[in-house]
T-cell receptor, first 115, second 109 residues
Framework: GAVVSQHPSRVICKSGTSVKIECRSL??????MFWYRQFPKKSLMLMAT?????????EQGVEKDKFLINHASLTLSTLTVTSAHPEDSSFYIC???????????FGEGSRLTVL | GQNIDQPTEMTATEGAIVQINCTYQ??????LFWYQQHAGEAPTFLSY??LDGLEEKGRFSSFLSRSKGYSYLLLKELQMKDSASYLC??????????WGAGTKLIIKP
């Protein structure tokens, strides 16, 4: 089946620094990619929808300037957590959809720890 | 508004059958998804229903009734490894996924 690769799987950074997480669709073109955040024992929280070549659509309550999303190509979307703080520590997951079938494939997730 | 409802937690016995229900209300409808998620891992795709009826895949089956806004995931011959959260998600007319909060399934020996 289709594969979505997410990198890095784990990252630890100091407070105030920025961290970039990549999401790649390896064997299909993803016109739309989604970014989620998941808190412990909670369901996925959609942060933003990323469409190739256009600005991301952010969900209510998600800071656009803090969580920068770029979808420069049909196979790559990036999430940059700027000026990270300990409360940004979380599990971030991306997904990509195949438009023809609507099926959604998830990356492996990235666990961010901000010290 | 758009809404997905599914039970928070269910418990079942190894070898038994369990049914996890999901009701949805969305602006338009383009399918109903079920995902399995083990703790600390990303969700994995289980099923996709867009037409009414039952889809069977091995021990897992998924049912959809569009007129009732209702779906269920049926797991047969339960194994300990089936202990996980099961997420129901409905796709609206804009191809956006509306997620349920997930059902934590606990399997007991």
């Amino acid at each position: 089946g289709a594969v979505v690769s997410q990198h890095p799987s784990r990252v630890i950074c100091k407070s105030g620094t920025s961290v970039k997480i990549e999401c790649r669709s390896l064997d299909f073109q993803a016109t739309t990619m989604f970014w989620y955040r998941q808190f412990p024992k909670k369901s996925l929280m959609l942060m933003a929808t990323s469409n190739e070549g256009s600005k991301a659509t952010y969900e209510q309550g998600v800071e656009k300037d803090k969580f920068l999303i770029n979808h420069a190509s049909l196979t790559l979307s990036t999430l940059t957590v700027t000026s990270a703080h300990p409360e940004d520590s979380s599990f971030y997951i991306c997904s990509a959809s195949i438009r023809e079938t609507g099926e959604l494939f998830f990356g492996e997730g990235s666990r961010l720890t901000v010290l | 508004g758009q809404n997905i409802d599914q039970p928070t937690e269910m418990t079942a016995t190894e070898g038994a059958i369990v049914q996890i229900n999901c009701t949805y209300q969305t602006s338009g409808f383009n399918g109903l998804f079920w995902y399995q998620q083990h703790a600390g891992e990303a969700p994995t795709f289980l099923s996709y229903n867009v037409l009414d009826g039952l889809e069977e895949k091995g021990r897992f089956s998924s049912f959809l009734s569009r007129s009732k806004g209702y779906s269920y995931l049926l797991l047969k011959e339960l194994q300990m490894k089936d202990s996980a959260s099961y997420l129901c998600a409905a796709m609206d007319s804009n191809y956006q996924l509306i997620w349920g909060a997930g059902t934590k399934l606990i399997i007991k020996p």
